[in-house]
């Protein structure tokens, strides 16, 4: 009786079907942003979705009209509002598919990109020059470029394009050097650029230990497939960030399976 009333008589297998998915898109959505500040907006769309079913099941045509309007208009504006979170989003769907699809071989040619491979050399001295910079606590952010090419990010900065070496590494990040301040990018066996401005998260979960630097990092690294290398100026703690999560790092070989894309223990 409920049911009809509020006219949801007529329930068929693809209605079911319908709501499931709806509630599961929702649940997405929610994980996604969770921890975010756009959680108050997502929370406010839902209540307006809510409100215009109920004013539609009461066939309130006024109220359901301006609800209508409202969330037709405020699409706009959500898109403008949550672009960060939609692009962080798309992107690790295509990141993802393109990880699963790029392990079939006939896909390799067209999905792998492995100019920014990094060698077994460059990684030593990458791990070096960081271990090291976290004993003298020189603070430090490089950022390892995989698929992406980076280019709205290394425009920020000042071009480099040198063969990676430790001391030149640690060289760039020395406080009074005038490149020392911001990101550097390093793409296969080049340092690209230096003093490279990076996206700053907008997560609201993160420690109260962590800086700009690891703020610098997760934002970098929620919108793009890169890695970045953090090093703490204030405790020398050495940190690998990937896909929005930061491992602390407690060695050199940690370090260098990080970087070729292997995991710690």
């Excluded at 929370?43 to 004013?55: D, E, G, M, Y």
């Excluded at 405020?74 to 798309?90: D, T």
């Amino acid at each position: 009786m409920v049911l009809s009333f509020l006219g949801f008589l007529n329930l068929s297998l693809i209605d079911i079907l319908d709501i499931i998915l709806v509630a599961l898109i929702i649940y997405v959505l929610f994980k996604w942003i969770k921890g975010s500040s756009a959680m108050n907006i997502f929370l406010a769309i839902i209540l307006l979705l809510v409100a215009r079913i109920v004013a539609l099941a009461f066939n309130m045509k006024m109220i359901s009209s301006i609800l209508g309007t409202v969330i037709d208009v405020g699409a706009v504006g959500v898109i403008v509002i949550f672009q960060p979170e939609i692009r962080r989003f798309l992107n690790n769907i295509g990141s993802s598919a393109g990880n699963k699809l790029g392990k079939r071989a006939f896909l390799q040619k067209f999905l792998k990109n492995n100019v920014n491979a990094v060698s077994d050399g460059s990684t030593s001295e990458i791990a070096d020059a960081c271990m090291e910079m976290g004993t003298q606590k020189t603070g430090a952010l490089i950022v390892l470029r995989r698929n992406n090419s980076l280019e709205d990010i290394i425009s920020t900065g000042d071009t480099i394009d040198a063969r990676i070496c430790s001391r030149l590494i640690m060289n760039l990040f020395f406080k009074n050097s005038p490149l020392h301040d911001g990101a550097t990018i390093i793409g296969g066996d080049r340092i690209i650029a230096a003093r490279c401005t990076l996206p700053i998260t907008d997560r609201l979960d993160i420690p109260a230990s962590f800086g700009m630097r690891h703020k610098a990092a997760l934002g970098l690294s929620e919108q793009n497939d890169a890695d970045v290398i953090v090093v703490s100026e204030e405790t020398g703690r050495v940190s690998f960030v990937h896909s929005g999560k930061v491992t602390e790092i407690k060695s050199a070989n940690a370090l260098k399976l990080l970087i070729m894309g292997g995991k710690t223990e």
